[in-house]
């Protein structure tokens, strides 16, 4: 019923800079916590950074670079990553929780998107 799409991946020379989006479409009331997640080959999968009506906090690898805001009226969520460093390469993921009927919640992934940071 509800499902997350991201966009905006690609290959970029170290320094440069790329924006993700992720929207979410289907059955929705709601919308509460969304995040970025990344995953690299041969490595667990990273935690970015997250966002509530609390405000945003950010993994330390990316303080300082990234940055992630809503469109709550698109029910959206966006990755700005700039000075992008090859050790960012990665399959980067969008997750949030969902309010789909007045009392129940999903968690919910995309699919993923490829970021490649190389010269």
């Known amino acids: 019923q509800v499902q997350l799409v991201e966009s905006g991946g690609g290959l970029v020379q170290p320094g440069g800079s790329l924006r993700l989006s992720c929207a979410a479409s289907?059955?929705?009331?709601?919308?509460?916590?969304m995040g970025w997640y990344r995953q690299a080959p041969g490595k667990e999968r990273e935690l970015i950074g997250s966002?509530?009506?609390?405000?945003?906090t950010y993994a330390d690898s990316v303080k300082g670079r990234f940055i992630i805001f809503r469109d709550n009226a698109k029910n959206a969520v966006y990755l700005q990553m700039n000075s992008l460093k090859p050790e960012d390469t990665a399959v980067y993921y969008c997750?949030?929780?969902?309010?789909?009927?007045?009392?129940?919640?999903?968690?919910?992934w995309g699919q993923g998107t490829q970021v490649t940071v190389s010269s």
């Open positions: 289907g059955t929705i009331f709601g919308i509460g916590r």
């Open positions: 997750n949030a929780n969902i309010q789909t009927q007045v009392f129940i919640f999903k968690d919910v």
């Open positions: 966002i509530t009506s609390g405000g945003t």
